[in-house]
């Protein structure tokens, strides 16, 4: 039992920090470019994207033994894109205010390469448990990126915080300009690439070292 | 030959990369997935509709500022606020409102306040950049002066485009004018940039715009400027209707 929960924490921690999607993998830059304007949408971005992941690995992971290989990835993208339109219709079905929050982010989430990623690499070869808890450390791992690029991106861009302002008015008065370059989606280049390169250098941070 | 391959054909029978297990495999889940979405999709259909209802009269009574779209509303709240002071017309293209339906009558609604203030509401279907933008634009009764603006479904990039939804934007549009000062029909448009670096005279008929959605406010500005072309005699008749009024009082 002891040895079953360290194996499911290294799995969590190998998807959340040490092979993280986005500063490991380098996977999901596109919607992390996209969704990152604001917070609140990188966020609920993150939340969706860290369920689909889960429940598509746990079903590509019981289906394994079975799935022909020469289309095992047609049958995996069925799969994934049966799951995200029955989440998008369930939405517009009860949450109707969110589901339009998050329009066609719902969509793209099956052309999100970590969910494919992870079915791919890891949900073909394990048992359906280790499947699920990787499916949400990778989706943590891809939220925790987001949310943190989002929360430069809106600090800096928009100057808020959750939609808040938080410049005080006299720093506005004395010229103080919110930085155009990080609305647009070069910015978020930017501070991706930072992140990749603070996770994958700096001493301390990195897990290359130890 | 991968250990999968050995596994399958000495211990699961038949091998599961054979032609006809691979066309079954096929079938199977294409079945399985595509009921399972039909299902979903019809037996959620009627809830969905309900709420794109209320949601597009919500935007309805927003757009004439009959509810705060920062306050939350319930379903019951919009029904009776839209049922109180909501009245859908059919025009014919002279502008007079028709009983029957005939070949090119536009649909129109017509508001009362409870205070008094009145006008109509002209429903907006146009292309945006990545697909079809709908929403609606309120006119007070003197049938040049906006009174708000309102976006109901749109597919634009959210952040970008997607702003044409957010608060800032829409009410920009309040108290802008469809005419310029020679009385002469203009439209109200998206500017480029902010309006308070446009020339005096053209900044009653410009909403300021959104940075890194150009198109996007080229493509709405164009679709209000024909929607108005085509509703033209709707709002002539409301502001020759207006001046009666005010030779009356003289």
New interface residues.
């Given amino acids: 039992m002891l040895a079953e929960k360290d194996h499911f924490k290294e799995i969590l921690i190998k998807g959340i920090w040490k092979e993280n999607p986005v500063a490991y993998q380098v996977l999901g830059i596109c919607s992390a470019l996209a969704v990152t304007v604001k917070m609140s949408t990188a966020i609920v971005m993150g939340i969706a994207l860290t369920i689909v992941t889960a429940f598509s690995s746990l079903i590509i992971s019981s289906m394994r033994k079975h799935i022909p290989s020469n289309i095992r990835i047609i049958v995996e993208l069925a799969v994934i894109a049966s799951l995200v339109i029955v989440t998008d219709q369930i939405l517009k079905a009860f949450l109707y205010d969110i589901s339009k929050q998050l329009s066609i982010f719902v969509g793209l989430i099956i052309t999100n390469c970590i969910v494919l990623g992870r079915a791919e690499s890891f949900a073909l070869a394990n048992p359906p448990a280790d499947s699920f808890v990787d499916g949400v450390a990778n989706g943590i791992g891809y939220s925790l990126i987001l949310v943190c690029v989002a929360f430069i991106r809106e600090l800096l861009g928009s100057g808020k915080i959750l939609g808040f302002n938080v410049i005080p008015g006299f720093l506005v008065d004395m010229g103080y300009q919110n930085m155009g370059l990080m609305v647009l989606a070069p910015g978020a280049f930017f501070i991706i690439g930072l992140l990749v390169w603070l996770k994958n250098n700096l001493p301390g941070v990195s897990h290359e070292e130890n | 030959m991968s250990e999968?391959t050995l596994e399958n054909q000495g211990l699961?029978g038949p091998d599961?990369?054979s032609r006809l297990?691979?066309i079954k495999?096929?079938l199977l889940?294409?079945l399985i997935?595509s009921l399972?979405?039909t299902s979903?999709?019809t037996g959620?259909k009627n809830?969905?509709l309900k709420?794109?209802e209320?949601?597009r009269k919500k935007n309805i009574l927003k757009a004439c500022d009959l509810l705060d779209s920062q306050k939350k509303a319930s379903k019951k709240q919009i029904n009776q606020l839209y049922t109180a002071n909501i009245k859908e017309v059919m025009v014919n293209p002279e502008g007079k409102i028709i009983k029957t339906h005939t070949d090119g009558a536009l649909k129109l609604f017509l508001y009362e306040k409870n205070d008094g203030k009145s006008g109509y509401i002209i429903p907006i279907n146009t292309r945006g950049l990545?697909g079809k933008i709908q929403g609606y634009l309120a006119f007070e009764n003197d049938g040049q002066t906006v009174s708000g603006f309102s976006v109901f479904s749109?597919?634009e990039?959210?952040?970008?485009g997607?702003e044409i939804e957010s608060t800032w934007f829409q009410k920009n549009f309040k108290g802008k004018k469809i005419i310029n000062s020679q009385n002469k029909f203009v439209s109200v448009g998206i500017a480029k940039g902010k309006v308070k670096n446009l020339p005096k005279e053209d900044r009653y008929n410009y909403v300021d715009g959104i940075?890194?959605a150009t198109l996007t406010g080229k493509y709405l500005s164009e679709g209000i400027k024909e929607t108005l072309t085509q509703y033209n005699p709707v709002s002539v008749t409301f502001r020759q209707k207006q001046l009666r009024i005010k030779e009356q009082k003289e």
């Fill in positions: 999968q699961k599961k990369n297990n691979v495999f096929a889940t294409s997935c399972l979405i979903a999709a959620l809830f969905q709420n794109m209320t949601d990545w749109h597919s990039t959210p952040g970008l997607g940075s890194g």
